[in-house]
């Protein structure tokens, strides 16, 4: 990420980053601008507003990193859930994967 025009804001770094972001965004079936907003933006509903505050740089690769590490656990449990099943496991045990090659 790059220092946007606004006071402590971020946008994508060059060209590269904004393939990168769209590739993302289709993959995640989103719109490219919900998908930077919540990278470079964090929101904070109150019982009266929403306020957005723009995150520099540094906090926008934070978000970046903190997405990829939720979106990889996800996947990984999820694949772990699929694996079970397809091997008979019981679903109401705890998450285990019985394959073993050697």
């Keep these: 990420f790059a220092k946007g025009t606004e006071i402590d804001s971020s946008i994508p770094r060059d ?3 904004w393939f990168h ?3 993302a965004a289709e993959l995640l079936q989103c719109d490219e ?3 930077e ?11 009266d507003e929403t306020i957005t505050k723009t ?4 906090a926008a690769t934070l978000s970046r990193d903190a997405l990829a590490k939720v979106m990889y656990s996800r996947l990984f449990d999820w694949l772990v859930e699929k694996i079970n099943s397809s091997i008979g496991q019981d679903p109401e045990s705890k998450y285990l994967i019985g394959v073993l090659d050697i």
Excluded: F, G, Q, Y
Aim: proline content about 4%.
């Design 15 to 17: 060209e590269n980053s």
């Design 21 to 23: 972001l769209r590739t």
């Design 33 to 35: 601008k919900s998908l």
């Design 37 to 47: 907003d919540s990278l470079c933006k964090r929101i904070m509903a109150t019982r």
């Design 55 to 58: 995150l520099d740089p540094e």
